[in-house]
């Protein structure tokens, strides 16, 4: 990333700051898009991007685990993980609103899945077990963790994506408020769920005689529908909803990730948990002394970080930048030191090459880059009611002083050279 970059981004980010947003994608150029050109035509507008199978060619995955017919080797991923312990869904029971999983050795889904192969998936007395990427099983309609980015890379196989813009999910909620399990359902939303009043959209007193399919499309826009066919890589935005389809027996990888482009609405998602959460218990307030920090126990019981936990993880990505920057430029005044200010386990070097890992890679503004984005959010949680309600004096470094730490090598960004600006 370069200065120019950086501007364009703040530019494009900043007045939109917690923001739903996304769109149809934009169009890349021919060829193998660089960083810049993925940077400003999926992150930046937070679009859905298909990158072609030449960029995962020389992955050894896709030599190792697929046959000469394209099917996967069960018996290579026998030998690579065997004795693993995996967590397998099961896609033909449904619990609260997603499959429930159970735990088991890779070398026994493996088995599963070599007697299954030879049958018809969909006729089978089996269960559909689910390791991601079964023939015929399917995702649950969600949004990913934390509103989190990812991408999805077939070593070999076909997937039907099913993809919804932030916000269109609004329009398929029942009466309830609940989304719908499998938007491709007959009648996505049950018969026997409870129906004490019609729901807004429902002008016929509550009548359900069109199919899933055409309920959905009187209720919001017919999703983006993406076939994803081997050595493909997609890249699924922040809060966009999906549904995917294995089309045929199915090898993926997958990783979820945060960073300064999103991390915005990531905020904006626990906002609307905890207040999910303080609707839910609000009958419970008057007779709790300690109300902020239940809620905040609850949150974390149910959405998997509260708002402590998320200020801490904006702590250790500054400090890993402040540090970054204090080596590469010669900043007057205290160096940060990321490791020594943690009271839990020091994950400021998880994922990472060498002692910067990408930062290296990605150069100096980047690391800026990340650091106004912590700045931007660090002011909204300071300026957030409920954040204001928790026990902050008992944390390493108060939010005010880390700001403070960030403006300080921001300040400094012009005493680095001209000619640094990275390679992206």
Request: glycine share 8%.
């Amino acid at each position: 990333m370069d200065r120019a970059l950086l501007e364009e981004s703040l530019g494009l980010l900043s007045p939109r700051f917690g923001s739903p947003r996304g769109g149809v994608p934009p169009v890349l150029p021919d060829g193998t898009p660089g960083y810049a050109e993925l940077w400003r035509a999926a992150l930046l507008p937070n679009c859905p991007r298909l990158l072609p199978a030449p960029h995962s060619a020389a992955w050894g995955s896709r030599a190792r685990w697929v046959t000469p017919r394209g099917e996967p080797d069960l018996g290579a991923l026998h030998r690579d993980f065997g004795d693993a312990v995996v967590p397998v869904a099961d896609c033909a029971e449904r619990e609260y609103n997603s499959n429930p999983k159970k735990q088991m050795p890779m070398r026994e889904f493996l088995s599963y899945w070599q007697e299954t192969m030879s049958q018809d998936h969909s006729s089978s007395p089996r269960p559909c077990l689910y390791l991601k990427d079964w023939h015929m099983c399917k995702t649950p309609f969600h949004a990913d963790v934390f509103r989190s980015y990812s991408w999805s890379a077939n070593v070999c196989g076909r997937k039907l994506w099913l993809l919804y813009p932030p916000g269109q999910e609004e329009a398929l909620r029942d009466h309830l408020g609940n989304l719908p399990y499998d938007v491709t359902a007959p009648d996505p939303w049950p018969q026997d769920a409870p129906a004490k009043k019609p729901a807004p959209w429902d002008t016929a007193g509550g009548a359900r005689s069109a199919s899933g399919a055409a309920q959905l499309r009187q209720r919001g826009q017919k999703p983006m529908e993406v076939i994803q066919e081997a050595g493909e890589i997609i890249f699924i935005p922040s809060g966009w909803h999906h549904q995917v389809h294995n089309l045929e027996d199915t090898i993926s990888i997958n990783h979820n990730w945060l960073n300064g482009c999103n991390i915005d609405l990531v905020w904006s998602f626990l906002q609307s948990e905890l207040r999910a959460v303080q609707k839910e218990i609000g009958h419970c307030r008057s007779g709790m002394s300690n109300w902020a920090e239940q809620c905040q126990c609850i949150m974390k019981a149910c959405t998997g970080i509260n708002y402590v936990e998320f200020y801490s993880f904006m702590k250790l990505i500054a400090e890993r930048r402040m540090e970054f920057l204090h080596e590469r430029m010669d900043i007057p005044g205290p160096r940060c030191a990321a490791k020594s200010s943690s009271t839990g386990p020091d994950h400021s070097r998880v994922g990472e090459a060498g002692e910067h890992g990408e930062l290296t890679r990605l150069g100096n503004w980047h690391a800026a880059f990340d650091l106004m984005r912590v700045q931007e959010v660090l002011v909204a949680l300071q300026g957030d009611s409920d954040f204001g309600l928790l026990p902050v004096d008992s944390l390493p470094k108060r939010p005010e002083q880390l700001q403070m730490d960030i403006e300080h090598v921001i300040g400094n960004m012009g005493r680095m050279p001209t000619a640094e600006e990275g390679a992206h």
